[in-house]
């Protein structure tokens, strides 16, 4: 990436610097993410999401409505299901990588609730996403554990990616809340 609009980008990501460290997406939240030491990126969070764990797992696996989960602007370019592996093939347009890039995933539920989603191909390194849902409260309420790898095929710095990953996952996790309200009537 070249030197002017990689200034250009940190410079907008100023205010998020300040507070890289303080890790929640909400009140009752906890996110952190941090770079490996072997290159990528992972993040991990706890997450109370206002609703059952098969609202919330429903949202999670309804593949062809997966960028409305987002604030990141991606397609789904291909969708196939077959004994119970959804194979994704996500087209991605970021401002950290220039042009559209290509994630295939192999996604599956987990037993006990949740889902674990893996790099098949595409533009990455790495890929690895798991999502662990229980019940909380009376059981009218989710509490989620989520880990994510990734490791972009990109000369963009891991730092740099780190604190990006930061926003759009709490942008993703209120995306998540906010359906689920609305999948519930509330």
Known sequence: ???LPLLVL???LCPTLWTWGTGAASDADILDVKVESGGGVRATARVLFPAKPEVI???????P???ELFEVHMRVAA???HDGVATIDLRITHALMPGEHRLVTDSRMLPDGGLVTDL???DFKRYHRVWKLR???DGDQTSADFDLTVELDSLTPDWLIAVVMRQELEAHFRIVKRKALER???
């Open 120 to 122: 098949k191909g595409g």
């Open 10 to 12: 940190v410079g907008s």
């Open 65 to 67: 409505h997966w960028p």
């Open 79 to 81: 969708l196939n299901i």
């Open 1 to 3: 990436m070249p030197i």
């Open 135 to 137: 019940p909380t409260g």
């Open 57 to 63: 797992q429903s949202l999670l696996a309804d593949y």
């Open 184 to 186: 519930i009537g509330k």
